[in-house]
């Protein structure tokens, strides 16, 4: 079992940045593709970014490409999600997750074994 533990939410303007991280403790951590979901006020949950396990490859989703950046740490078992030029619509809970099966990116959640219990950004117009 992995425990996925996110951090780094809050409340913020339009155009701030927030800085995510999930903290997924234990030897495992570079046997596993990272990613990030987020779910919005009614709305579905949707891939937002994915690390492969070296952190050489990434994947977003094309609304936060340019503005958003996933990175890794596999000395300190972190992922982190840094969110620049955020806009209203990134609001939502924002979910950090593992894939165990795969080397590269993946996009789909069904493809992601292990979830977090997610952090809020919110931000105002």
């Known amino acids: 079992q992995v425990q996925l533990v996110e951090s780094g939410g809050g409340l913020v303007q339009a155009g701030d940045s927030l800085r995510l991280s999930c903290a997924a403790p234990g030897r495992t951590f570079g046997t596993l593709v990272m990613g990030w979901f987020r779910q919005g006020p009614g709305k579905e949950r949707e891939f937002v970014a994915a690390i492969g396990r070296a952190g050489g490859s990434t994947a977003y989703v094309d609304s936060v490409k340019g503005r958003f950046t996933i990175s890794r740490d596999n000395t300190k078992n972190t992922a982190v999600l840094q969110m620049n030029g955020l806009k209203p619509e990134d609001t939502g809970v924002y979910y950090c997750?593992?894939?165990?099966?795969?080397?590269?990116?993946?996009?789909?959640?069904?493809?992601?074994?292990?979830w977090g219990r997610g952090t809020q950004v919110t931000v105002s117009s």
């Open positions: 997750a593992a894939a165990s099966r795969y080397m590269n990116p993946r996009t789909k959640s069904n493809e992601f074994d292990y």
